[in-house]
């Protein structure tokens, strides 16, 4: 239901952030405006999150096979997504990044980001991996370091196009490696390399190292590079505690770039005030506390693991959102789940959580059993 309230919140900023004076909404072509878009995914989400719920996650784990496992497959495949999406012709790019892939349905063009699948697929694999090798996961040159090359590649194909996603998925693997029983020092030693990694697709990028001085002195560039980030602070300053109402704001109106997708949350500022974006913020401290739960509760490994990575995946995602907005962070495109704009994200984030819920299912029943034949 934390969830359900979530997505039914972004839907609803997500139409009012979307509003533009100079035109009109033309219904036939709905699928072309962001926020008739959200009115969309947002059932059909819900229904994800259902159907996933009923799905028993066992079938997720690797088997005595790597073959006979249906994630190997899905890993495969999104390994040549993100190589697909690189290429002209294959990948569309938008805002001088090439992340999506448009698929032609009837008369709308639906675009698919092939990073967020590769981000929840390698958080299966990886829960799945520390469990199918749990005694033998400690050898680094036979365990770590093969699944650390694949990690190095699925980040990798990131960051030429999504910095802020290839480093949020290097950040959460190694992680759930490090729940799943991998040495702290095996997870220290590959650091420097993913530094100078990191720092290379820096200083490749002047649009990078500009991000970087606007954080670092924000009134220098605040017509520029900062320019994002003091509109943030001027959607959310001006909201006061309980805002200017509901489709009342008015940074949408091209004050705000991304006000849809990575700094809604400013709008929610704006529209409902510090009690708004408190809502919010209780919200998601409710999703890791319960999602925490369902991870203390679970006795399989295999569901422990994979539970953990999903709500770490969203509450560090969301923790990062609003300390961009909030100018705590430097500026990234990192979207706040189920709230911004995105079908890719919220469906994929929608069936994770089905996953997480079945997990809790799953757990209810072996308790359950256990009492019955106690």
């Not at 805002?95 to 349905?105: D, E, K, L, T």
């Not at 981000?119 to 650390?148: D, E, M, Q, S």
């Not at 220290?188 to 530094?195: G, K, N, R, V, W």
Request: aromatic share 12%; hydrophobic share 55%.
């Amino acid at each position: 239901m934390v969830v359900v309230v979530l997505m039914s919140l972004g839907t609803v900023f997500v139409f009012s952030a979307s509003a533009n004076i100079s035109r009109d909404i033309e219904f036939h072509r709905f699928y072309e405006y962001p926020g008739l878009r959200q009115i969309l995914f947002f059932p059909l989400a819900v229904l994800i999150l259902y159907f996933v719920s009923l799905i028993d996650y066992r079938r997720l784990r690797i088997g005595e096979s790597f073959w006979k496992s249906p994630v190997v497959y899905l890993l495969i495949f999104s390994v040549l997504l993100l190589i697909a999406v690189l290429i002209p012709g294959i990948g569309t790019e938008i805002n001088r990044a090439r992340r999506w892939i448009r698929i032609a349905v009837g008369p709308a063009r639906i675009s698919f980001q092939p990073s967020e699948l590769a981000k929840w697929v390698t958080i299966i694999f990886l829960a799945g991996f520390c469990v199918k090798f749990k005694y033998t996961l400690r050898l680094y040159w036979k365990r770590f370091a093969p699944v650390c090359a694949l990690v190095g590649l699925v980040a990798g194909l990131i960051i030429i196009e999504d910095f802020g996603t290839a480093g949020f998925v290097a950040l959460l693997s190694f992680l759930v490696l490090l729940i799943g029983g991998v040495k702290f020092w095996h997870i220290l030693t590959p650091m420097p390399f993913a530094f100078l990694a990191f720092l290379a697709a820096i200083l490749k990028s002047p649009t990078r190292i500009q991000r970087i001085r606007a954080f670092l002195d924000p009134e220098s560039w605040a017509g520029s590079s900062s320019y994002q980030a003091s509109q943030s602070l001027v959607a959310l300053g001006s909201g006061g505690f309980l805002g200017k109402g509901l489709g009342g704001g008015i940074s949408k109106y091209g004050h705000l770039p991304e006000d849809t997708t990575d700094f809604i949350f400013a709008i929610v500022g704006e529209e409902l005030g510090f009690v708004g974006t408190c809502t919010v913020i209780v919200l998601f401290i409710c999703f890791v506390w319960l999602g925490m739960m369902v991870v203390s509760r679970c006795e399989d490994k295999f569901g422990k693991l994979l539970a953990a990575g999903i709500v770490l995946s969203i509450g560090i995602q969301a923790a990062i959102n609003i300390g961009v907005v909030t100018v705590v962070l430097p500026t990234k495109g990192i979207p706040l789940p189920f709230v911004s704009a995105g079908g890719t994200s919220m469906l994929l984030s929608a069936a994770a959580v089905g996953v997480l819920v079945n997990i809790a299912r799953q757990t209810d029943k072996q308790d359950l059993t256990e009492r019955l034949y106690e």
